[in-house]
């Protein structure tokens, strides 16, 4: 396979951004985030009947993109320090790639990360574009839509919100989608570097491998049907494949030791409609902090696993269910990242995983007029140990999953016995 870079541009909105939103203030939860940028890619086929040719599926993109722009303007501008973002307009990178000897069903028949990366624009400089577009087309018609966007000022949500909002504009709707901007009057930004540094990750980087594990919708309802007759209340998809997972993880990896470890799990919970009042769902930025979740080195099973999760979301649904004061909210979101960085300084005595979900989040619906997408990837590994990336099926009933391990782990995780009853290693992405 050959991916050639043929074009490359600047876009910038389609109105000048007024001067009252030319300084963008981060909020605190933003500031709590890796400078890195999130990829994802978007597959679509031919399409069925008249087949938009590339240079006007092209035109489109990039005229739908410069008016979404308008709307998501701090996504034009760039990261000037820790507190705000100049709404310059200098806009997003586009990039129009050409993909050779390699038809768009090799890719999904057999989905490789390595494959994958070739998709995804990849930044150049911390102060370089907030976004970046790649538009890959493929001989047989196909096309990969791949974008990167920067994590300090937007989470899955905005990221789909964008991705929709473009995608609407390119149907002659630029006004579908509205993004509300008053995430740092809630979680305002503090001007103590000390405190807002990112969860360091430099420290526990090594050699990692990772996988594609696919749960279809069946398998899931068995896995939710095993933990209901072991005493668990209404798992949801979410947490069964969640829960099978971290065990699944901290088994590989106690499998290895002399003496067991106790295994925490770092997730993310959407704040937007759990906050009171709640936030409006277009809410931009980052609102998904993480919650910590802690199994003990005797806890063995599945059960115990999935408990831990609905503990921690049930914390953080009484918690977040009322009314808050600033310096409350503050400190609901500083406490978890505290005892988060405090363990991942204790990686030898302490198991950890990540766990970050898309689902339900509707990247499926994103048709810029030749269709919707065959396949959707997203979220970053980092090039870390132990962290998974949970998107919904094309179908919307099951969940693919992207898990980052260490070489020696990655070879008992893909070999667990209760792990491959449920989900299967790397199906081809076309069924």
């Given amino acids: ?196 540094d990112p969860v360091p990750l430099d420290h526990i980087r090594q050699n990692v491998i990772s996988r594609r594990f696919v749960f279809d919708g069946s398998k899931i309802a068995a896995l939710k049907a095993k933990l209901t007759k072991e005493s668990v209340t209404q798992p949801t998809r979410v947490e069964a494949v969640s829960a099978l997972l971290w065990h699944s993880v901290t088994a590989a990896s106690r499998s290895r030791l002399t003496s067991q470890r106790s295994s925490s799990l770092i997730w993310n919970v959407n704040l937007r409609p759990r906050l009171m009042p709640p936030l409006p769902e277009h809410s931009f930025g980052n609102l998904a902090p993480p919650i910590l979740m802690l199994a003990d080195e005797g806890e063995t099973e599945i059960s115990c696993f999935i408990c831990h999760i609905k503990r921690g979301i049930a914390d953080i649904k009484d918690k977040y269910g009322k009314k808050l004061e600033e310096e409350e909210r503050l400190s609901l979101v500083l406490d978890p990242s505290i005892k988060i960085k405090e363990g991942l300084q204790k990686v030898d005595a302490i198991n950890f995983c990540f766990i970050s979900s898309w689902c339900k989040f509707p990247l499926y619906e994103a048709d810029f007029g030749w269709g919707k997408p065959i396949w959707v990837i997203v979220g970053d590994l980092f090039l870390v140990p132990n962290i998974i990336i949970l998107a919904d099926t094309r ?23 209760e792990l491959l009853t449920f989900g299967s290693l790397n199906p081809s992405a076309l069924n």
């Fill in 1 to 196: 396979m050959k991916v050639e870079i043929i074009a490359r541009e600047t876009i910038k909105p389609s109105y000048p951004t007024p001067n009252h939103h030319r300084s963008f203030k981060l909020s605190f939860l933003d500031q709590l985030m890796l400078s890195n940028h999130t990829p994802s890619v978007l597959f679509y086929s031919r399409g069925e009947g008249d087949c938009v040719e590339v240079a006007e599926r092209s035109r489109r993109l990039k005229e739908s993109l410069s008016q979404t722009l308008t709307r998501f303007y701090p996504l034009a501008g760039r990261i000037k320090d820790h507190m705000w973002v100049d709404c310059n307009d200098d806009g997003a990178e586009y990039l129009e790639a050409r993909v050779e000897y390699c038809p768009l069903s090799d890719v999904l028949g057999q989905p490789k990360m390595e494959t994958v990366k070739h998709f995804v624009p990849t930044p150049t400089a911390n102060k370089g574009p907030l976004l970046l577009v790649q538009a890959s087309f493929f001989e047989c018609g196909g096309m990969a839509l791949g974008m990167s966007i920067s994590h300090r000022i937007a989470d899955a949500a905005t990221l789909t919100a964008f991705i929709n909002g473009w995608a609407s504009a390119a149907l002659g709707f630029p006004d579908a989608v509205t993004p509300d901007f008053s995430a740092a009057t809630l979680y305002p930004p503090r001007d103590e570097p000390s405190l807002v």
């Fill in 395 to 417: 179908d919307g009933n099951g969940i693919e999953a992207w898990v980052a391990l260490t070489e020696e782990d990655m070879a008992i995780f893909e070999t667990n016995q």
